[in-house]
Nanobody, 122 residues
Framework: QLQASGGGLVQPGGSLRLSCEVS????????MAWFLETPGKEREFVMG????????RYADSVKGRFTISRDNAKNTVYLQMNSLKPEDTAVYYC?????????????????WGQGTLVTVSS
């Protein structure tokens, strides 16, 4: 089970940290990622991190603003979101995948959390 939290309403330029706790699985065996979804659009990759927490990948739209990290002792992956923009408004989903490396496709991930809403608005 993947439990995402941390979403909410924030003003442009503000920050949020999303968390995703994994239970019932061996967390360190999974690459983890965050995707976002907006109405009428397909779910898209935001950032991902490999099993060891050494390698990351990101979408160009979040470069320099978002950071992904994981704590394998706490079975939790984080998405630190800084300098938020209105276009970052979306439901954010965490995902876990058993494939090696860091995939950027939905098909690379096997398990999904329930989503947490991030709204960036003044």
């Amino acid at each position: 089970q993947l439990q995402a939290s941390g979403g909410g309403l924030v003003q442009p330029g503000g920050s949020l940290r999303l968390s995703c706790e994994v239970s019932g699985r061996t967390f360190s065996s999974y690459a983890m990622a965050w995707f976002l979804e907006t109405p009428g659009k397909e779910r898209e990759f935001v950032m991902g991190i490999n099993r060891a927490g050494i390698s990351t990948r990101y979408a160009d739209s979040v470069k320099g603003r978002f950071t992904i990290s994981r704590d394998n002792a706490k079975n939790t992956v984080y998405l630190q979101m800084n300098s938020l923009k209105p276009e970052d408004t979306a439901v954010y989903y965490c995902a876990a995948g058993q494939r090696p490396g860091v995939g950027i496709s939905r098909a690379d991930y096997d398990y999904w959390g329930q989503g947490t809403l991030v709204t960036v608005s003044s």
